[in-house]
């Protein structure tokens, strides 16, 4: 059932309204810091009051403007969307703390944008959350798109100007490039860019040319670039010139998510599983990623700094939900849809300490924080447990994951092979990436000549975020069912 | 005449008002000696002009293709010259656009021109009575001199008030527009020839050969692309958009260039369709050649208003894209276009102007790292860079995605060869606005600029309204041309094109 819901528009003004306050609150740290958190917190609240309709199976609406026929700026809630909005939303209030230790602690300049971008990108990626065309979704995606460049380019040197500028011109090329005119296409053939209300149809009448609409799942594929899927990943390295709060929550949760999620969304509302199944698109999809989460890890376990490797995880993993849903089964869309939760919890976590160790021991290379587990026991642990997830081990969240993913790969007819062998080495890739960080940490020598003098526990403000999104990253995977709700009302 | 024109009996000649009133304020400037109140007088003028623009929109009839408000007064009777004026759906933004801009350009120069204030007020004004009565005139002679008549004040406006090589620049637009107007005339005279009128209305729908059409149209399209202007017209204006002065450079972008594309619709797509059919194809690729060519030049510009200006040749191919696609939505998003580059494209020469009057320079390295001491003016920037990059939610995304949607109905590959434009405008605006907000960390401290003051908010505050006003919610801006846009398709395919089942829907009223 359609209900029309005014909690939708508030719930996307609350960041909007937030950062223009927070814009004016330059002079007053503390007041801004609390408009920040007061923001977040507001912003969840009204996330959650709409859980309880959207689970009884209604879809929440919201039209805001009329552009052409068929064209408009509408939101809708349904259960797809609760998965990325209750996630994301979530973990901005730990990132709001968190970053307020961060940067404090490292005294950086431009706080006061920092905090504003900082609203505006969730702004941008909760109204791609709730979405309820492909137009919408589009102009959300694009206001990421440019509200995240200033927190990449943040520091302001020859680094990050060079990283943002490859950022921006990965994600808006392929927008503008890729997406428009997939968009346009997809209007003058169907007459309307709303998504459909089921993952089975679809939007596109059943005699449309199957070349045509074959060429625009693949302009969508590649389009949405914030997915990271390669060859067009490149951008997610780079910008982890970032501060880190800004790598934690945008590259591990908005940004990326807002790309895998509209790609997904796309994927079963706009194209549908009847299509991709018409067409044979889903095994191709499948190999395909298949590449960036093989190739991802690879790369990654070259990598000696530490958020240079997460990077590269995060561009192997966030293949792994474009996986699921490829895979066409019930399982395997469920697998993918679950991961986005899954890897966000996970992932930031692991940036949150990857941030806290530079901020207290100002170490960025693996190679250098052998021993320092021991001078920082919490964040090690939950850097351990985060990795656990990752690596898809009971009783972590990934392991929900990585069980559905499987379960996917058997209910399919063929090819189930392939899959599993990809999962399997993909599992063992992630444990050589990431066993190795936590086992040096705690029993590995100290490099000689260095010592962990005066080195102690990160700061509360940031000690305690992390802490406690591994903590959840533990409680989902041994109660999955809070966002297995979201995903099984999804596949129905 | 009748079963085109519609005359009210007991109605306000607004038309007329719209025409004679910016000329009798000239008159009111020779009364004034003070710069000051030459200032603040001709800010009323235009602004009574705006006002007395409004009730063409509020007593519009949408269900009509006729020409409303008319006038019809015989002017020359022995050459069936007339004075008769009415306005179309076509004609209609253009006449409320430029009511629009015009306030805007006197509040835009108010500080910048500092030596003959009443000349330049004087200029301004009877540009806006050319402008408004090229855009309302429906007697060929009419329109012909009013046509005319605004190439003096332009070329007076950039060749006393411009910059160093303003000399060259206005005599080479003067030259170029010249030239093609010549050609106009004579197609003009054949026409009469043929009618023995020269009530334009009457010249559309006539059985001329096809040789005659030829001819003709290209009379009109030499003269019309010259003043889009259209890739390889197109030299003139960088130059004169460099040296004119603010109001001058926005009068060009936001109106002047827009004449070409209503000569398209009013006169060639009418008066000659069979050969507008033949030419179809070569002048798609025209149009896209040219959005290739000015994204590609934009992106090399070091001088803000030269960026701006090839970013105009790359927007006005959209337009002529859009027109020459032939159908309802394509046409309807080329006016909206060129409504949408008006008001962006204008505002965007006012910003470059206000960042002159502080730094004395247009070179964008200059520029950079103003954002720092000027967030207003930054703000101001960013959405007005936005929105001429057609980012979603913003006027220009509207018309650009109507023009291709035309586009991808019909000429799948030439469309599909324009996006390519679209991502270059993305790269020219976003590397333009990085430059000013971001850039230059080694640039001599900007420390002592100070932002905009309340009258330069002002001056940009209502384009930003339309800016998002048409973005997210065009269809009052829409409505009013569905009639007459039918109409000419009418008159150009005989009937409404073909389109796919879709698009059928679509384009019920």
């Not at chain 1, 349904?78 to 909005?85: E, G, K, T, Y």
């Not at chain 2, 890739?231 to 260039?257: C, D, K």
């Amino acid at each position: 059932m359609e209900i029309v819901s005014c909690k939708l528009l508030y719930a996307l003004l609350t960041p909007l309204i937030g950062s223009l306050v927070v814009m004016r609150c330059g002079r007053y740290p503390n007041l801004r810091e609390g408009v920040s958190f007061l923001a977040s917190v507001v912003m969840f609240g009204l996330i959650v009051s709409m859980i309880p309709e959207v689970l009884a199976g209604n879809r929440l609406v919201y039209n805001l403007f009329n552009i052409l026929p068929g064209l408009s700026v509408t939101l809708r809630a349904d259960a797809f969307s609760m998965i990325f909005a209750v996630v994301a939303s979530f973990l901005w209030i730990l990132a709001v703390f968190y970053s307020m230790g961060y940067m404090r602690g490292l005294k950086e300049h431009a706080q006061t944008r920092f905090n504003a971008c900082f609203a505006l990108a969730l702004f941008g990626a909760i109204g791609v959350a709730f979405s309820d065309n492909l137009f919408t979704m589009y102009l959300f995606y694009e206001i990421v798109s440019v509200c995240t460049y200033p927190l990449v380019a943040h520091h302001q040197d020859g680094e990050s100007y060079s990283g943002a500028r490859k950022y921006i011109i990965y994600l808006t090329t392929t927008a503008k490039g890729l997406l428009l005119p997939a968009m346009i296409l997809i209007y003058v053939l169907t007459g309307t860019l709303d998504f459909a209300n089921n993952i089975t149809t679809g939007i596109f009448p059943a005699d449309a040319s199957a070349a045509l609409v074959t060429m625009l799942y693949i302009f969508c594929l590649l389009g949405f670039a914030k997915s990271g899927i390669m060859p067009l990943h490149n951008w997610l390295p780079s910008a982890m010139v970032a501060p880190t709060p800004v790598s934690a929550l945008l590259h591990a949760v908005a940004v990326v998510k807002v790309g895998v999620f509209s790609t997904t969304r796309v994927m079963l509302y706009v194209f549908g599983t009847g299509t991709m199944e018409a067409l044979n698109l889903g095994i191709p999809t499948a190999y395909f990623v298949s590449f960036t989460i093989l190739a991802a890890s690879i790369i990654a376990l070259s990598k000696d700094n530490l958020k240079a490797r997460l990077a590269y995880s995060t561009v192997s993993q966030l293949s792994y939900i474009i996986l699921g849903v490829a895979l066409l089964t019930t399982s395997g869309i469920q697998g993918g849809l679950v991961h986005i939760a899954n890897h966000a919890f996970a992932k930031i976590t692991l940036f949150f300490c990857a941030g806290a160790i530079y901020v207290t021991a100002h170490k960025k290379n693996i190679s250098e924080m052998s021993g320092l587990g021991r001078t920082m026991p919490f964040t090690f642990a939950a850097f351990a447990i985060a990795s656990l997830s990752m690596i898809g081990a009971p009783p972590v969240a990934g392991f929900v994951t990585k069980w559905k993913l499987l379960m996917g790969a058997l209910e399919m007819e063929a090819h189930y092979i392939g899959i599993i062998l990809i999962l399997l080495s993909s599992t063992l890739l992630n444990v050589g990436y990431f066993a190795p960080v936590t086992y040096k940490a705690f029993f590995g020598k100290r490099p000689a000549g260095e010592s962990f003098e005066g080195i102690r526990e990160a700061p509360l403000a940031m000690l305690i975020p992390l802490m406690l999104a591994a903590v959840i990253s533990v409680i989902l995977g041994i109660y999955p069912d809070f966002i297995m709700y979201f995903v099984k009302a999804v596949t129905g | 005449m009748d079963d085109v024109l519609i005359i009210k009996d007991g109605v306000m000649p607004f038309l007329s008002i719209l025409i004679f009133l910016p000329l009798a304020g000239v008159l009111g400037l020779f009364l004034i000696d003070s710069d000051l109140f030459a200032k603040i007088w001709t800010l009323l003028v235009t602004l009574a002009a705006a006002l007395c623009s409004l009730p063409l929109y509020f007593g519009f009839d949408l269900a009509t293709a006729k020409y409303q408000f008319a006038e019809h007064h015989a002017w020359i009777p022995a050459w069936n010259i007339n004075y008769t004026l009415g306005v179309d759906g076509i004609s209609l933004l253009l006449v409320l656009m430029t009511t629009l801009i015009m306030p805007l350009c006197v509040l835009g120069s108010w500080s910048y021109i500092q030596k003959r204030v009443r000349e330049f007020m004087a200029c301004l004004l009877i540009m806006e009575t050319s402008m408004i009565g090229v855009f309302v005139a429906l007697d060929f002679v009419l329109f012909y001199i009013l046509w005319e008549a605004m190439l003096i004040p332009m070329y007076l406006m950039i060749a006393i008030w411009g910059g160093p090589r303003k000399v060259y620049a206005s005599i080479k637009f003067f030259l170029y527009t010249l030239a093609g107007s010549v050609l106009l005339l004579v197609a003009i005279i054949a026409l009469y020839l043929r009618n023995g009128s020269f009530f334009i209305p009457a010249m559309m729908g006539q059985e001329y050969t096809y040789l005659f059409q030829v001819l003709v149209f290209l009379a009109f399209f030499l003269a019309f692309a010259i003043k889009v202007p259209m890739f390889p017209f197109h030299t003139w204006l960088p130059a004169a958009h460099v040296e004119a002065p603010t109001a001058g450079s926005v009068i060009l972008a936001s109106i002047l260039l827009k004449m070409g594309t209503y000569g398209f619709l009013r006169f060639c797509l009418p008066i000659t369709p069979a050969a507008t059919i033949a030419f179809v194809p070569y002048i798609l690729w025209l149009s896209v050649a040219g959005i290739l060519y000015g994204g590609f030049t934009a992106l090399a510009q070091q001088d803000m208003k030269k960026l701006i200006a090839y970013s105009s040749v790359g927007h006005m191919g959209f337009v002529t894209l859009g027109i020459f696609v032939l159908n309802k939505i394509g046409i309807e998003g080329a006016i909206l276009q060129m409504i949408n580059h008006g008001v962006t494209t204008g505002a965007l020469f006012l910003c470059v102007g206000m960042i002159y009057e502080r730094t004395h320079s247009r070179e964008l390295a200059d520029a950079a790292g103003v954002g720092k001491f000027m967030p207003w003016y930054v703000t101001f920037l960013a959405f007005f860079s936005l929105s001429s990059l057609a980012f979603p939610g913003t006027n220009s995304f509207v018309g650009e995605f109507m023009i291709l949607v035309g586009g991808f109905t019909k000429y799948k590959v030439i469309a599909a060869c324009a996006i390519p434009g679209a991502v270059l405008a993305a790269a020219y605006m976003l590397r333009m606005l990085q430059k000013v907000v971001w850039g230059g960390t080694d640039n001599p401290s900007h420390a002592g600029l100070v932002d905009l003051n309340v009258r330069e908010c002002l001056t940009l505050a209502p384009l930003l309204i339309f800016v998002f006003w048409i973005g997210l919610s065009p269809e009052p801006f829409i409505e009013v041309m569905h009639a007459s846009v039918n109409h000419l398709l009418v008159q150009v395919n005989g009937a409404v094109v073909e389109a796919p089942v879709a698009m059928a829907r679509l384009m019920l009223p």
